[in-house]
Nanobody
């Protein structure tokens, strides 16, 4: 089993930055595709970004392109989401996810087997 723990969320003003971390335990993530999803109040969970097992390929939802950067450090078994130029509409609970079935940048939530508990990101205007 894989356990994922997110950290780094918080309250920030519009235009600010946050860096989310997702630390994994129980199994190495070297062969897993990883992703970040988010869920705002009253809305469905939304794909944000994904990264392939080697960290050489990434994919982003259009609304965060140019502002968010996903990366991974396989030696530390950790995935990151650098969020810059934050907007109030980025406010959500952010979830880290791992896929044991795919190496590439898959985007559907059902492609991911393991999920963290989430970390709250609140962007004030």
């Amino acid at each position: 089993q894989v356990q994922l723990v997110e950290s780094g969320g918080g309250l920030v003003q519009a235009g600010g930055s946050l860096r989310l971390s997702c630390a994994a335990s129980g199994r190495t993530l070297t062969n897993y595709a990883m992703a970040w999803f988010r869920q705002a109040p009253g809305k469905e969970r939304e794909f944000v970004a994904s990264i392939n097992w080697r960290g050489t390929s990434t994919y982003y939802v259009d609304s965060v392109k140019g502002r968010f950067t996903i990366s991974r450090d396989n030696a530390k078994n950790t995935v990151y989401l650098q969020m810059d130029a934050l907007k109030p509409e980025d406010t959500a609970v952010y979830y880290c996810a791992a896929s044991s079935r795919y190496y590439t940048t898959v985007r559907a939530s059902y492609d991911y087997d393991y999920w963290g508990q989430g970390t709250q990101v609140t962007v004030s205007s």
